[in-house]
């Protein structure tokens, strides 16, 4: 890649500060000073140095995604867009995958990233990760509801899920909007938690994930990169 282009993406400023950087003989590339922003460089095989402190490069990427209904929670698939096909060919790291799924007809967050180990840590029940809903039912919602979430729903096959909290923010007879805080993630877990309580689920939206909260300025089928700040939360699961 452009050795202008690198130093830019890993933090040294402006494309004009790198500009000055490279003008002001700053930058080495294994053992020559390089003043050319067009040099091409591979900066995993190469050794850079920027006032004489070798630059880490890394690939990793870490992206949350606005799933919209349609897209399916996947890397590759035959007759869907995947939520892989929503990242711009100049953002997608080899390895790139979805940590955690939503249904197709599912929309909201996504957590997108290349670091296995991370994402293999944050769906570890050890770690009881939090994911918010904002879910739209068919039918009044009521405190009978709130209560019986809280106790614990249990699925017909006998399975009875973890406590959840559920804020019923509107309720008529024919449509309720509400909250639901879950820390599992069974198949079709909130969908399957409505029907338990005779209502069924006509729109969800996935507007959390761990410390990950949707980016209300990111339309459906737009990313971004997580801030320095957001990384610095999830590390934790690292530890
Ligand atoms: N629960 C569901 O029923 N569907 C999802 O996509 C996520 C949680």
Same mark, same amino acid.
């Given at each position: 890649?452009?050795?202008?282009?690198?130093?830019?993406?890993?933090?040294?400023?402006?494309?004009?500060?790198?500009?000055?950087?490279?003008?002001?003989?700053?930058?080495?590339?294994?053992?020559?000073?390089?003043?050319?922003?067009?040099?091409?460089?591979?900066?995993?095989?190469?050794?850079?140095?920027?006032?004489?402190?070798?630059?880490?490069?890394?690939?990793?990427?870490?992206?949350? @995604?606005?799933?919209?209904?349609?897209?399916?929670?996947?890397?590759?698939?035959?007759?869907?867009?995947?939520?892989?096909?929503?990242?711009?060919?100049?953002?997608?790291?080899?390895?790139?995958?979805?940590?955690?799924?939503?249904?197709?007809?599912?929309?909201?967050?996504?957590?997108?990233?290349?670091?296995?180990?991370?994402?293999?840590?944050?769906?570890?029940?050890?770690?009881?990760?939090?994911?918010?809903?904002?879910?739209?039912?068919?039918?009044?919602?009521?405190?009978?509801?709130?209560?019986?979430?809280?106790?614990?729903?249990?699925?017909?096959?006998?399975?009875?899920?973890?406590?959840?909290?559920?804020?019923?923010?509107?309720?008529?007879?024919?449509?309720?909007?509400?909250?639901?805080?879950?820390?599992?993630?069974?198949?079709?877990?909130?969908?399957?938690?409505?029907?338990?309580?005779?209502?069924?689920?006509?729109?969800?939206?996935?507007?959390?994930?761990?410390?990950?909260?949707?980016?209300?300025? @990111?339309?459906?089928?737009?990313?971004?990169? @997580?801030?320095?700040?957001?990384?610095?939360?999830?590390?934790?699961?690292?530890?």
């Amino acid at each position: 890649m452009r050795l202008d282009k690198l130093l830019f993406e890993l933090g040294y400023g402006s494309r004009g500060s790198v500009k000055k950087i490279l003008s002001a003989r700053q930058v080495r590339v294994d053992e020559e000073i390089v003043t050319l922003g067009n040099t091409n460089v591979s900066p995993m095989i190469q050794d850079i140095y920027v006032q004489n402190k070798r630059v880490i490069y890394t690939k990793e990427a870490y992206y949350m @995604l606005n799933k919209p209904i349609g897209v399916v929670t996947a890397v590759t698939d035959e007759k869907h867009q995947t939520v892989i096909d929503c990242i711009d060919g100049k953002d997608k790291k080899i390895g790139l995958y979805p940590v955690g799924r939503l249904d197709r007809d599912t929309k909201g967050l996504v957590f997108i990233t290349n670091n296995g180990p991370l994402g293999f840590r944050m769906l570890h029940p050890k770690y009881h990760v939090s994911k918010r809903y904002e879910v739209v039912v068919n039918a009044c919602l009521t405190q009978e509801d709130v209560i019986a979430f809280r106790n614990g729903i249990t699925f017909l096959d006998g399975y009875t899920c973890q406590s959840a909290s559920l804020t019923i923010i509107q309720a008529s007879d024919t449509k309720s909007i509400a909250l639901v805080d879950i820390h599992e993630g069974k198949f079709h877990q909130i969908k399957k938690m409505f029907l338990s309580v005779g209502k069924k689920v006509i729109s969800l939206t996935r507007i959390s994930f761990a410390e990950l909260v949707l980016d209300s300025s @990111l339309k459906e089928g737009e990313y971004r990169a @997580l801030t320095p700040n957001e990384l610095q939360q999830l590390k934790k699961y690292l530890q």
